[in-house]
């Protein structure tokens, strides 16, 4: 019984095989197949860079690429790395509660409070960028600041 249902459970997933180029494949093969599939010259000679990205364009071809959510939410991230913003858009995490609450957490017998703003945390008169930096000014250790004031994911609405 098991086996079948493996089995009919492996039937169901789709699975991508990149392509497989022999090792004498020259690159130039390779940016050519580049330029088809991207529309651009490849930036580089390596091999397995382009091998890399020629099946990971070759896989969103034939299954989709990421989402729109998923584009606007790297895109976000990116921006935040580089410490440039070009959106207008904050990344939210949907753990954070709504502008105004307040969290108290009760540590060591000392009750803290923590009030959610739009863009951080305020905690003792001092604005944080996220809970953990306050949970860890709090107990002196490294926490996971969602955890240390006991929210959890919120289920998405259907």
């Known amino acids: 019984m098991r086996a079948a249902r493996?089995?009919?459970h492996a039937l169901?997933?789709?699975?991508?095989?990149?392509?497989?180029?022999?090792?004498?494949?020259?690159?130039l093969t390779l940016k050519a197949e580049w330029e088809r599939l991207l529309g651009s010259a490849a930036p580089n000679n390596s091999r397995a860079f382009l091998e890399a990205r020629i099946a990971y364009?070759?896989?969103?071809?034939?299954?989709?690429?990421?989402?729109?959510?998923?584009?606007?939410?790297?895109?976000?991230?990116?921006?935040?790395?580089?410490?440039?913003?070009?959106?207008?858009?904050?990344?939210?995490?949907?753990?954070n509660p709504v502008a105004g609450t307040r969290l108290i957490r009760e540590w060591n017998g000392v009750e803290h409070t923590i009030t959610v703003l739009k863009d951080g945390f305020e905690w003792q008169?001092?604005?944080?960028?996220?809970?953990?930096?306050?949970?860890?000014e709090i107990t002196g250790v490294r926490w996971n600041g969602y955890r240390f004031?006991?929210?959890q994911v919120r289920p998405r609405e259907v």
Request: zero cysteines; charged letters at 30%; proline letters at 11%.
């Open 149 to 151: 004031f006991g929210l």
């Open 12 to 27: 169901k997933w789709p699975t991508f095989a990149p392509p497989q180029w022999p090792s004498f494949t020259p690159p």
């Open 57 to 95: 364009r070759l896989q969103e071809l034939t299954y989709g690429g990421p989402d729109h959510e998923t584009r606007r939410m790297l895109d976000l991230l990116a921006d935040e790395v580089e410490g440039v913003s070009r959106r207008k858009n904050q990344i939210a995490d949907p753990r």
């Open 125 to 136: 008169g001092r604005k944080y960028k996220s809970l953990s930096g306050i949970a860890r």
């Open 6 to 8: 493996s089995k009919a």
